[in-house]
């Protein structure tokens, strides 16, 4: 019986030696982390290549409400080039653009790039209204005639007498 209690002994001791060690490999991967990760909002490949650049004149994008936009523009000095519905277009500089990142009310930043149209006007060519309609004057506004009148029939089928 000595050996059954001795074994039994260094069993209960093996394991709690076992937990101690796991909670304290826990502890230590815990403590090493930071509590709270530093926080960074996502942006955009051209803001990217702004920040990288340190440039000095940069339109970003930010969303919240107007209140929102300018307790952020006082904070970090921004200047306001337009409100958006839900947001607003700042002109700020790398530094200002690398502080916004980091606050904690911005999720993603956009970059407010120009869009440019790669085709020229004249390069525009006909949807074949022009062959539907053979004997019609060759203007824009007679293009767009057979359009408003799909257009004009589609907004009334809309309109019944179910509002009684």
Sequence with gaps: MAFADSHRSRDRRSFAGGVAAAISCALLVFAASPAAAAHSARLS??????????????????????????????????????????????LVNAGQLDAVRQDDTQDHLSGDIRIRSSVAAGDVQSIGADQAWPNRATTAASRLAPISLIYGSLETMGRGTSAM
Excluded: P
């Excluded at 702004?50 to 006082?74: C, K, N």
């Design 45 to 90: 490949a051209d803001l990217t290549d702004h920040l990288a650049a340190g440039s000095q004149a940069i339109r970003v994008i930010v969303h919240g409400t107007r209140a929102e936009v300018d307790a952020l523009a006082a904070r970090y000095n921004l200047q306001i080039v337009k409100y958006l519905q839900s947001g607003a277009v700042f």
